[in-house]
């Protein structure tokens, strides 16, 4: 096999291996990231991309620096974002990750909203962008 | 048993059956173990189990409506221990009796003695006085049945506590007819409880008896049904009215989509304009939680609120969830009725998963988003689970 060839078959699997890694951002998702991505560098010259496994960890986090009731993300979208959380009061809220529902983090507008509400009522404080994208690309990566 | 002892009885019983006198008809005896049935349900219903059962009083009410308003029609042209005009004295007749009992010189009626169908007429006009009662009530407060459309709460509510109080004497009526019957039973030395079974009385000498009219069944039969089904025709049309006072619309949708995101959306007649203006108010600091909406949505609902709020419904919610905890002004759950309400309810029921929380109101009421939260939809749930 002729270098070429074998440089393009490796580039060809690399590209395959990152569309499964990412196979669930949708084009929806990618335009609030890279909103998210484009202010954070303006921000932050430094800024070095966001992570699942950050996201992760600020999901599974108890901040409890906000409302008693809700201290982490968790408390109401249970540990594993792919299952159907329920907020204190007893409303159904369907699974975080994308996954298990195609149209979340596809509206800015909805996005930011929830942002606002939800960091305030778990952390007492609003999230970063960094924050944000990692939600996000955590959320995505399901 | 042998064939001997059979052979010596059979004379003694035909004896005993020409000496009988038949006194209660078929359909009087059903009627009045009918609505044995119908008032006991209707009393257990209304005054022991809690308002759930609210489905089978009406049922039960409605039954013993009917069974009055055939009764009447037996009463016109039923035979004669039936008859209305056989039984149905002034208060002349009453008195002799009575005072032929205190003499001891009473004489033995067949039918109802002066006494008895005075009760008799008192325990009737009971019933539809209480059918008439209930429908009020039950237009005004629960804004269901045929005078739904043109009954206000607060006249619902009066005309309660007149059904209420009716109840009572009912249930004492009830008591002095038993009395009556057992004190009669024993002074003519009668069973006359099984004779309101079989409808046989001894036939003795100096009965008063009633006069020997022949019943018209068929008539009787045509008027009642067509009665019957005039009635059921009239109340099931007046009951299709829109109720005085009751939301129409359905929610709004982006209140609904909006506030029910997080918590059921709450219909607006459930709490004072004040309680909104305040809610809206400050939607950062929401019951703890931070809900802030963008200005233009949030002045939106608010608007929503306000022309939908609690003063502007008729209907038993709005009125009572209007009174708050002015210590507690914004919580529903904190209203005075809420709480009455609610005492019956385990804390272990609003802890379980399918309710959650004291403010999850669907998780028991099939009906809030019409506001109404009528207690025939209330279903608690099952073996709530901790």
């Known amino acids: 096999m002729k270098p070429i060839i074998r440089f ?63 201290p982490s993300c968790s408390t109401c979208h249970t540990a594993d974002p792919r299952n159907e ?22 509206d800015l507008g909805k996005v930011e909203k929830w942002f606002l509400r939800n960091c305030d009522t778990v952390i007492g404080r609003q999230c970063t962008l960094q924050e944000k994208g990692d939600f996000i690309t955590f959320m995505s990566s399901l | 048993m042998n064939i001997a002892e059979v052979r010596i009885e059979q ?112 325990l009737l006009v009971a019933v539809v006085l209480l059918a008439l009662t209930g429908v009020v009530a039950q237009g005004g407060v629960l804004k269901m049945g045929p005078l739904a459309f043109m009954t206000t709460y607060d006249a619902g509510w009066t005309v309660r506590q007149v ?26 030395r009668e069973n006359l409880i099984r004779a309101m079974f079989d409808g046989r009385k001894a036939a003795r000498p100096g009965d008063i008896a009633p006069p020997p009219i022949v019943a018209r069944p068929v008539l009787s039969a045509v008027v009642a049904t067509l009665l019957l089904l005039a009635g059921a025709g009239t109340v099931d049309a007046l009951a299709r009215l829109p109720g005085l006072g009751v939301p129409r619309a359905p929610l709004d949708p982006v209140y609904a989509d909006e506030c029910g995101a997080c918590h059921i959306p709450f219909h607006p007649s459930l709490a004072p304009a004040a309680a909104w203006t305040a809610i809206m108010a400050d939607l950062s600091h929401h019951f703890g939680d931070n809900a802030e909406l963008d200005a233009a949505t949030a002045e939106r609902l608010r608007k929503y609120l306000l022309a939908n709020s609690a003063e502007h419904y008729d209907t038993l919610a709005a009125h009572r969830l209007r009174q ?63």
């Open chain 1, 8 to 70: 393009a078959a490796a580039a060809c699997l690399a590209a395959g291996l990152t569309f499964t890694a990412q196979a669930a951002v949708g084009p929806g998702q990618q335009v609030v990231l890279d909103h998210f991505a484009q202010l954070a560098k303006q921000a932050n010259p430094s800024f070095g991309g966001f992570s699942a496994a950050r996201g992760k960890a600020f999901f599974l986090a108890r901040e409890a620096t906000g409302n008693a009731d809700t």
């Open chain 1, 85 to 106: 959380g329920q907020t204190t009061v007893g409303k159904a809220i369907a699974p975080m990750a994308v996954s298990r529902t195609p149209n979340r983090f596809t």
């Open chain 2, 11 to 122: 004379p003694a019983a035909r004896a005993d059956v020409q000496a009988d006198a038949k006194v209660w008809d078929i359909p009087l005896r059903i009627f009045h173990w009918s609505l044995v049935a119908a008032v006991a349900a209707a009393l257990v219903t209304g005054l022991v189990l809690p308002p759930t059962w609210i489905t089978l009083h009406l049922i039960a009410g409605t039954t013993a409506a009917a069974l009055v308003a055939v009764r009447v029609v037996w009463g016109l042209w039923g035979p004669g221990a039936a008859r209305f005009a056989s039984f149905v004295h002034g208060p002349r007749t009453l008195l002799i009796h009575c005072r032929e009992l205190a003499d001891g010189t009473a004489r033995r009626h067949l039918g109802h003695n002066p006494l008895g169908s005075a009760m008799i007429v008192a």
């Open chain 2, 163 to 188: 059904h209420k109080l009716i109840a009572y004497i009912l249930l004492g009526s009830v008591a002095l007819h038993i009395a009556g019957v057992l004190f009669e039973s024993r002074r003519s």
């Open chain 2, 324 to 386: 708050i905890d002015p210590a507690d002004p914004l919580r529903i759950t904190a209203t005075p009725f809420w709480q009455r309400a609610h005492r019956r309810i385990p804390a272990s029921v609003f802890a379980s998963k399918q309710v959650v929380a004291r403010s999850n109101c669907s998780a028991c009421h099939q009906d809030t988003a019409s506001g109404l939260f009528e207690p025939s939809a209330i279903q608690i749930p099952e073996n709530a689970e901790p």
